[in-house]
Structures are given as C-alpha cells and as structure tokens.
T-cell receptor, first 111, second 115 residues
Framework: AQSVTQLDSHVSVSEGTPVLLRCNYSSSYSPSLFWYVQHPNKGLQLLLKYTSAATLVKGINGFEAEFKKSETSFHLTKPSAHMSDAAEYFCSGRNTDKLIFGTGTRLQVFP | GAGVSQSPRYKVAKRGQDVALRCDPISGHVSLFWYQQALGQGPEFLTYFQNEAQLDKSGLPSDRFFAERPEGSVSTLKIQRTQQEDSAVYLC?????????????FGPGTRLTVT
C-alpha cells in the first residue's frame, strides 16, 4: 500500500520569495501522486498530478513538482509566492481507487 | 458547469442523534467518494461507489456509518447515534469514470459538530 508523508506542518514565506512544500512517498510500485490545495471553507482543488509521463510536472497557478524516485520525493515548488497562495496543501497518493492524503502543510505568506 | 455540491454545509447534532449528509456529484460522473477530514488532519477515505455499486467501504469507522447511491447519482452518508468523535468535515468527490487516474473533483464539504 502507498503512503505519503508531508515533512512540514507549517511553512512561512514572504511574498515574492520561493515556496517549497515537501512530500515523501512510500510505494512498492510506480506511484500516482497529487498535490491539492484547500482554501478556508472550500473544497480541495487539484494543483497537479504525476502519473509517470514526466518527472517534472507543471500545475496551475505557477506551481510545479518534481518526482524523484531515488529520493522517494514529490516536493511542490513555486518560484515566487503570492498572498493568494496562503492555504493548506495536501500531498496524496493513489491506493487502488482511493486517495491517501498526507497530514497537510499550512502555507503562510507575509507581505 | 456546476461542481460537486454538498448539503448541508454545516450541521450541529446532539450526541445520539442520526444525521444524513447529501452529495450531488458532477452530472454524468460515474464514481463517487466520501472522505472524513478531522480538524488539522488530511482527508481519510470512507467509501467509494461506481454508479450505484458500493465497491469499497473499508474506511467506514463503524457500523453506525452507512452510505448509499441508489440511482448512481446523488449519494447520502448517514451516521446513526452520532458520537463526539464523529465531529469532522465530510468531503465528497466525483470522477468522470471509474479508476483513480481520473481527477477527483471535491465538494466544499459538510462540517459536522456533535455536541
């Protein structure tokens, strides 16, 4: 079975600086991995997904993630944070038909 | 087009009451998922339907939890004799077809508070 671990519960950055949200996975086979964002009182929105087509995955709102098999990582990055990026971010992996989520990383963006 | 909708958005129940939470998936979506998200945690899988068939209910925490999707569209998650530990946000998601290679579209959730 697949599991995901988000290494940071909170990340704080200044507006305009890079964002790095870390996720490690464990899987005995080629995984399907996703990043979702959740704004307060809103549903989860898919940012991007990895399904083995390319190791560098580009998503919406300038986010991207790189799948590194040697490090079992799928970290989410953005070159320049915007105030509107402040939210909860979840890394998830597929286990048969259901998604397994990490515990989330709360991103704060300071002006 | 309309996304996944859930109702009610907020529900307060006294311990021991029964509750019913509704999910309207995107029209034509074949698969429907229920997740439970406790405060400060990631969503956890509860159950999964493909059309009207409940293919996986391994995540339902007890026999007080019951889900149905009788006509393969709207789904209801019912919790009997609610307990305080049932307090959580209940999320519904749907996908265009079977299998999770398709993106899951999430509703806004129902926040259940058991007092």
């Amino acid at each position: 079975a697949q599991s995901v671990t988000q290494l940071d519960s909170h990340v704080s950055v200044s507006e305009g600086t890079p964002v790095l949200l870390r996720c490690n996975y464990s899987s005995s086979y080629s995984p399907s991995l996703f990043w979702y964002v959740q704004h307060p009182n809103k549903g989860l929105q898919l940012l991007l997904k990895y399904t083995s087509a390319a190791t560098l995955v580009k998503g919406i709102n300038g986010f991207e993630a790189e799948f590194k098999k040697s490090e079992t990582s799928f970290h989410l990055t953005k070159p320049s944070a915007h105030m509107s990026d402040a939210a909860e971010y979840f890394c998830s992996g597929r286990n048969t038909d259901k998604l397994i989520f990490g515990t989330g990383t709360r991103l704060q963006v300071f002006p | 087009g309309a996304g996944v909708s859930q109702s009610p958005r907020y529900k307060v129940a006294k311990r021991g009451q029964d509750v019913a939470l509704r999910c309207d998936p995107i029209s034509g979506h074949v698969s429907l998922f229920w997740y439970q998200q406790a405060l400060g945690q990631g969503p956890e899988f509860l159950t999964y339907f493909q059309n009207e068939a409940q293919l996986d209910k391994s995540g339902l925490p007890s026999d007080r939890f019951f889900a149905e999707r009788p006509e393969g569209s709207v789904s209801t998650l019912k919790i009997q004799r609610t307990q305080q530990e049932d307090s959580a946000v209940y999320l519904c998601a749907s996908t265009r077809a079977g299998g999770s290679s398709y993106e899951q579209y999430f509703g806004p959730g129902t926040r259940l508070t058991v007092t």
